[in-house]
């Protein structure tokens, strides 16, 4: 019998656990078995829950900007290049009572609780108008010294920005004051100096 070197790779604790093996005998529905064992979930990458982050982030501002309302400014914007336009009344040669009863029937704000200066005021007319998908009344007075005044009525919370308080602002050739009172919020235009504007408040 020929003597050969043990292997150098193969030490004699090998040999034991060898034999041991040897004696086993697997299950015989072991590859029955492996075959149903459920794989681990993957755990996501670093990457994906970033893009998740920010993808609602993303959804949260645009909800926050919806809760926001409608922006009184380009609403003062819009109103006032509307009113440097050509554009025609609906109702004229009637009083304010009556004006805004014909308002209410179009199921559009009537203005209740103007101040006694503005409602003193001959008025010319009214229409409804519509801007951005709110509907709104817009109702035209005689001002002294042969000016016109146009106020615009919208239903109250429409615009978040808007106070009891008068608010002045500078719109190109108009000053337009807003206001909130009761159930509705006007804006006031007029092509004057501001105080006098504010003086009919």
């Given at each position: ?52 982050v ?35 009344l ?10 805004r ?39 035209c ?47 006031l ?13």
């Amino acid at each position: 019998m020929k003597m050969t070197e043990p292997r150098k790779d193969f030490d004699t604790s090998d040999g034991v656990i060898s034999g041991i093996l040897k004696t086993v005998e697997p299950p015989s529905d072991l590859r029955r078995r492996l075959m149903t064992l459920e794989p681990l979930p993957k755990r996501p990458a670093y990457g994906v829950w970033l893009v998740a982050v920010a993808s609602l982030a993303m959804i949260l501002l645009v909800i926050s900007f919806e809760k926001r309302g409608p922006s009184l400014d380009k609403a003062e914007a819009d109103l006032a290049a509307f009113l440097s336009t050509d554009f025609a009344l609906s109702v004229s040669g009637k009083s304010l009572p009556d004006l805004r009863q014909w308002l209410g029937a179009k199921s559009a704000p009537s203005g209740e609780g103007l101040p006694a200066n503005l409602a003193a005021l001959v008025p010319e007319g009214c229409r409804v108008i519509d801007w951005d998908g709110h509907r709104a009344s817009l109702i035209c007075f005689e001002a002294p010294g042969g000016m016109v005044l146009h106020l615009v009525i919208f239903e109250g919370g429409t615009f978040q920005k808007i106070s009891g308080s008068p608010r002045i602002a500078q719109r190109g050739s108009w000053s337009v004051a807003s206001w909130s009172s009761g159930s509705s919020q006007f804006l006031l235009f007029g092509e004057m100096d501001s105080e006098i504007l504010r003086g009919l408040l």
